[in-house]
């Protein structure tokens, strides 16, 4: 029996326990060719991504727990073994920016932001109906001017907004419960 397109969006969930294998090539380039359909006010394709693999994905988290470290922000020894532990089974981490490009003044920073979120969710999407566990992760030191210098996002140029970790998932769980939508709607009539 085969799925309804709709029901990969109402199914879809963070899958934050990934492990090999990850993406092959092929879906990897569908994943990442799914980001290039967003809304995008003005075509300025705003999204980068850096993709970090095999014994990098380690070196990464290594990189961010010392950069935390030496920012002075707080990280539990219980924090730092539990990111190592999560890092060993991750096979593909997407380090994911925005490019700011102050030069255009006429499309607002924020809708930027909000096209790399849309690039992002197109990516989160594909992942899942391929078969793939994906979670948006703000950790691994987002925040943190080193890490996001090391991974080639200069603060001046870019925001960064974290990784995308994609692989097979460790262990099936059954779609969250969805709240209602209604529970989100007004409708303006015009008085």
């Not at 990464?60 to 470290?69: F, N």
């Not at 030496?70 to 730092?80: D, I």
């Not at 490009?101 to 849309?118: C, F, H, Q, V, Y």
Request: charged letters at 20%.
């Amino acid at each position: 029996m085969s799925v309804a397109p709709i029901d990969y969006l109402f199914n879809r969930r963070s899958v934050k326990f990934v492990q090999a294998p990850g993406p092959s090539e092929e879906h990897l380039a569908q994943i990442l060719q799914a980001a290039m359909s967003a809304p995008d006010h003005g075509r300025l394709r705003p999204w980068r991504f850096a993709l970090i693999r095999g014994e990098a994905v380690q070196q990464l988290g290594e990189l961010a727990i010392g950069a935390i470290k030496r920012a002075g922000l707080p990280l539990t020894t219980q924090k730092e073994t539990s990111t190592r532990d999560w890092l060993k089974k991750v096979p593909l981490l997407v380090a994911l920016a925005c490019r700011m490009d102050t030069s255009n003044t006429k499309i607002p920073e924020d809708e930027r932001m909000l096209a790399t979120g849309a690039a992002v969710t197109n990516m989160l999407i594909a992942a899942h109906m391929l078969g793939y566990g994906a979670y948006w992760s703000t950790g691994l030191g987002t925040y943190v001017e080193e890490v996001t210098e090391a991974l080639g996002f200069d603060a001046l140029e870019y925001r960064f907004m974290g990784y995308l970790a994609i692989g097979t998932p460790i262990a099936l769980s059954e779609p969250p419960q969805r709240p209602d939508y209604r529970d989100f709607i007004t409708e303006w009539t015009g008085s």
